[in-house]
């Protein structure tokens, strides 16, 4: 066992863990923030993204004890239903919320890049999120979503 310290949506934590247990197990099992999907357990569809010091990730890929010292934002460090952050506001206006199980590392992926470059091509919005699958075939609309949040405040 080891302790590990994580600032977890601006909160911060220190956890005893098994060096063998991943940051998905952590934020989900220990922490609560259930809004950090799995989905293939295998970095290949992006329903576990978190971003992890500015960089998003594959939760599921990462151990716990590699995030030590990290500052951590998951879905639910992103906006609420009162204060829906940017994002999160055009991907429901656009429709881009199907079934939601992809929704939140797809909220996080766009967040980041957004944080990064404010007004993103076509083809970088795509690039952004292409670690992210949708098994609704939702994704003109979530690029549509992405290039409306990218919008938003320039009009």
Do not use: W
Request: positive net charge; charged residues 25%.
């Amino acid at each position: 066992m080891m302790d590990i310290k994580l600032v977890v949506n601006n909160k911060s934590h220190i956890l005893t863990i098994d060096p063998s247990e991943r940051l998905l197990d952590v934020l989900r099992n220990r922490l609560g923030l259930i809004g950090t999907k799995e989905g293939c357990g295998e970095g290949e569809c992006g329903a576990c993204t978190v971003i992890l010091d500015g960089k998003t990730v594959n939760a599921c890929l990462v151990l716990a004890a590699q995030a030590d010292g990290s500052v951590i934002t998951t879905i639910e460090g992103v906006g609420n239903r009162r204060r829906p952050h940017p994002v999160q506001k055009a991907f429901v206006e656009v429709g881009a919320v199907q079934c939601g199980f992809c929704t939140p590392g797809m909220v996080l992926s766009a967040k980041n890049l957004l944080d990064k470059k404010s007004q993103p091509s076509d083809a970088e919005i795509a690039v952004a999120m292409s670690g992210n699958l949708c098994r609704c075939t939702g994704y003109d609309k979530i690029l549509r979503a992405v290039k409306r949040a990218s919008l938003e405040g320039k009009e």
